[in-house]
Structure formats: C-alpha cells, structure tokens
C-alpha cells in the first residue's frame, strides 16, 4: 500500500494540471483576480501583460487578447520545467502588438526565465533605437544566474535599431543556453553608428 501511494504521489508530482489566463488591455484589469478559463474570460482578465505574468506557474498559459501593449515586459523567474513549459501568447487570430515605453526595450528576462514559449506577438519598435527583445543572465554584470530554453516562435520584430534581438551572458557564471528563434521575422530594422556595427540578432557572451 505504501508503495502504490508513493506511486499516486509521484504521478501527480510530476503532471501539472495546466490552466489559462487571460490579459485583456481594452477591457482588464490588474485589480482582476486571474481565473483558469479555456475560453476568453474578460470579467477576470488581467490589463496588463506583467500582472498576467505574474500568476503563472509551471504548466500554465497566458492568453493575450488583441491589441497594442506599451511598456517593459519582465519575465525574470518565470520558469516552467522540461515536462511543463509556460506559454505567453498572442490569443489565436488576433494581432498583438508589442511597443516599448521610450526608447526602451519591449521583452526581456536576464535572470532565471525557464522553459519559456512567447508566441504569436508583433514587436514594433515604435521608432525605438534600443535592443527590443533581450534575453541573458547576469544583471548589469551581476552572476545571478542566466535565462535558458526559452523558445520565441511565429513573432515579428520590426523598426529597431541596432541588434533588435540580442541574447547574451553579462556574468561569467551566469548559463544562457538552448534559446531558441523559431518561424519569426526580423525586417526593417535600422544599422546606426558605424557600418557594419547594426545585426538582425545578435549572439554574444562575455568573455572568462
């Protein structure tokens, strides 16, 4: 019996039961409480991205209803697991467009993101020069650990400056590793300074 118990135990244990939230920027609010829906649920709906962010375990979906979002989004210690991924997305046929605040960024995450899949978003820089979508590890040269299996799929990034998608490592302890760019399109995007200098993406890491 204490075998089979052990064994229900680690069934659950190791399936999470997924649940999806929902952001609404028309009609949300972030005073909402998040409620598990499959389908949009906008009495509960969060108003913005980073409060629907914030709810989100391993396993769990955010859905983002259509729109156009400005500001930062953090994804710093949003981590699912190799068995349950989180997904942000963009809510199935309809455009979601992502500026940034100023001359700011969009999406970033440089400390401890896992198992991450943002889907289906637009990210218009809005006349932006900096980086719009940064993932890496170490804050400002901080060794507090790096972001890794994150995977950005189906988006468009367009209108930035130079290296409009950077991934790199600002810490030498910090793993920025098995990130993934799939089925997106990077255009339009402006080289400043000297020639040579502008990148689509742009990989680095820090020197040991």
Known sequence: MKFLITLVFLFFALNVEAATYWTDGTNGSDANGCNNSASPLTTTAKLTINAGIAGLSAGDSLSVRGGTYTGNVNFDGTAGTAANRITIQA??????????????????????????????????????????????????????????????????????????VLIANAANSAVVVDNTFSKCKVHSNKILGSPGEGHGIYIGIRAQ
């Open 91 to 164: 809510h199935t046929d309809e455009i979601v467009t992502l500026r940034p605040p100023g001359n700011s960024y969009i999406l970033a995450t440089w400390n401890q993101a896992r198992y991450l899949t943002i889907s289906g978003f637009t990210f218009d820089a809005n006349g932006a020069t900096a980086n719009l979508i940064l993932i890496g590890g170490g804050t400002f040269g901080l060794n507090d650990g790096g972001s890794n299996n994150v995977l950005v799929t189906n988006c468009t990034v367009f209108g930035g400056g130079n290296s409009p």
